[in-house]
């Protein structure tokens, strides 16, 4: 069983920075691949950034550059830094593991999600 509970949204200005953490709090054993979604209100959800246990990482082209995944220490912790933000970034963030480090499309878990906004 694995359990994924993300923090650190919140309400930022244009052009300032917020730190999302997502951990498993639950499983023994490891996630190969974590990353992060987002949706916005009436928009599709959206693959932002992934990263496997190796530290291969992927990026969206809307945030590349700005925002930049990692992996903690502690077993399946993964966060991510987001800087330079923008309104458009306002989305609710959703942590997602997977034990297959390329099935990033249909994750095996899901965190409850987090809520960023960000105002200009």
């Known amino acids: 069983q694995v359990r994924l509970v993300e923090s650190g949204g919140g309400l930022v200005q244009a052009g300032g920075s917020l730190r999302l953490s997502c951990a498993d709090s639950?499983?023994?054993?490891?996630?190969?691949?974590m990353g992060w979604y987002r949706q916005a209100p009436g928009k599709q959800r959206e693959l932002v950034a992934h990263?496997?246990?190796?530290?291969?990482?992927n990026y969206a082209d809307s945030v590349k550059g700005r925002f930049t995944i990692s992996r903690g220490d502690a077993k399946n912790t993964v966060y991510l830094l987001m800087n330079s933000l923008k309104p458009e970034d306002t989305a609710v963030y959703y942590c997602?593991?997977?034990?297959?480090?390329?099935?990033?499309?249909?994750?095996?878990?899901w965190g409850q999600g987090t809520q960023v906004t960000v105002s200009s």
């Open positions: 990263i496997t246990t190796g530290g291969g990482t």
């Open positions: 639950v499983s023994t054993f490891s996630i190969n691949v």
């Open positions: 997602f593991g997977s034990f297959r480090s390329d099935n990033y499309y249909t994750p095996n878990y």
